[in-house]
């Protein structure tokens, strides 16, 4: 990395991204009694008519940061950009309504590349039921930059933050983990093999689940329905985009609780547990640290255990112990390792 030369700056990497975060905004305070919450939950939430309640969440990708246009259409990219954002929508527990998106581009990119960009986009608004309400366009220098918001609202009980997790509550995933990664590893050596000989014809077949969750996923919208079908009201919920173990971190910091998450329990697709051989890579850690899977993760009362036991979208993982017992994975030989945020951090120094 590059040599911090004056020795009276900070390094960014010194804070990491929350501790960047943190200590530019700490100063900040609300002005609004109609802010119910500000920075620090996947989305902010403000307060509406009667008990209704507004949520808003922004996020920003980068190309070369958080995509790789030699292997990402352009139409995939614009459906994922919507995702991400709706993801943190629905990790609140609240229903997904607009989306503002605002793009800034370099002239390398015709009007064809852009108009491909908004199909994805078109096909994601319309499968999730959301409207495209505005944005803003600029030019760039270097490459392609998409900022999304997405505002959605639910009633104030049904709202659910990260901190409100209790000793003995469950911890519980949707879907499955580690996909995504994988996807990625697979399309990067795919690159390298591209670029080594280009008539070469992959044979992806054995990976297509991997590569679709890198490429195509999709935001759990029917999670906040279902869990009202089922009449569960989650204690506190996330949704994965960095790695289980960050996010199940960010419920214990927020909520001062510890928790202990069986090894024997995360829920792996086959696929992954088939690359994860193929690659050398051990399944939990990818699991753990991954990223991009764009789950969501979420603590019920134990009460509620009959309500979700049955469900196949749905697997208890762990539950939650006291602050002082700390964050833990219980291993398939049954020993207590510390869980670590490993996950992917923008600010992380390269060693
Ligand atoms: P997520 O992973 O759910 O998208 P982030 O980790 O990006 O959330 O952000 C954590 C919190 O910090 C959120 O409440 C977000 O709105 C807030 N945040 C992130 N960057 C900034 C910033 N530059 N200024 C103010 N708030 C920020
Ligand atoms: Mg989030």
């Given at each position: 990395m590059l040599e911090n030369k004056n020795p009276s700056k900070t390094n960014i990497s010194q804070l990491g991204e929350f501790g960047l975060i943190d200590h530019l905004t700490k100063n900040f305070e609300i002005h609004q009694n109609t802010t119910i919450k500000g920075i620090g939950d996947d989305a902010a939430v403000i307060s509406s008519e009667g008990d209704n309640q507004i949520v808003v969440t922004t996020d920003l990708l980068i190309e070369g940061v958080h995509f790789d246009l030699s292997y990402m259409p352009l139409k995939h990219l614009g459906y994922k950009a919507v995702m991400v954002n709706l993801s943190d929508v629905y990790a609140m527990n609240a229903t997904a309504t607009q989306i503002t998106v605002s793009i800034a581009v370099s002239n390398r990119f015709p009007v064809e590349a852009l108009e491909e960009l908004y199909?994805?986009?078109?096909?994601?608004?319309?499968?999730?039921?959301?409207?495209?309400?505005?944005?803003?366009?600029?030019?760039?220098?270097?490459?392609?930059?998409?900022?999304?918001?997405?505002?959605?609202?639910?009633?104030?009980?049904?709202?659910?933050?990260?901190?409100?997790?209790?000793?003995?509550?469950?911890?519980?995933?949707?879907?499955?983990?580690?996909?995504?990664?994988?996807?990625?590893?697979?399309?990067?050596?795919?690159?390298?093999?591209?670029?080594?000989?280009?008539?070469?014809?992959?044979?992806?077949?054995?990976?297509?689940?991997?590569?679709?969750?890198?490429?195509?996923?999709e935001a759990r919208k029917d999670i906040p329905k279902l869990l009202s079908e089922l009449d569960v009201k989650p204690t506190a919920m996330i949704d994965i985009s960095?790695?289980?173990?960050?996010?199940?971190?960010?419920?214990?910091?927020?909520?001062?609780?510890?928790?202990?998450?069986?090894?024997?329990?995360?829920?792996?697709?086959?696929?992954?547990?088939?690359?994860?051989?193929?690659?050398?890579?051990?399944s939990t850690t990818v699991a753990l640290s991954g990223g991009e899977d764009y789950e969501l993760l979420f603590t019920i009362s134990a009460e509620d255990f009959p309500k979700i036991k049955a469900n196949p979208h749905l697997t208890v993982i762990g539950h939650i112990t006291h602050e002082k017992e700390g964050t833990h994975l219980i291993s398939r030989a049954n020993t207590k390792i510390p869980l670590i945020a490993r996950g992917w951090n923008a600010m992380q120094e390269d060693d």
């Open positions: 199909a994805g986009i078109k096909t994601a608004v319309k499968m999730y039921n959301v409207d495209l309400i505005g944005g803003d366009t600029t030019s760039s220098t270097t490459g392609l930059i998409i900022s999304i918001t997405a505002i959605g609202n639910a009633k104030k009980e049904t709202i659910t933050y990260r901190d409100g997790a209790k000793e003995n509550d469950l911890l519980v995933v949707t879907g499955d983990l580690g996909a995504a990664y994988l996807g990625l590893q697979v399309l990067e050596r795919e690159k390298e093999v591209f670029k080594v000989n280009p008539n070469s014809q992959p044979d992806l077949d054995a990976y297509t689940y991997l590569i679709e969750r890198q490429l195509k996923p960095d790695g289980l173990s960050s996010e199940i971190i960010h419920i214990c910091k927020q909520s001062n609780v510890g928790c202990n998450l069986y090894e024997d329990k995360i829920p792996l697709d086959p696929q992954v547990i088939s690359a994860c051989e193929e690659f050398q890579l051990d």
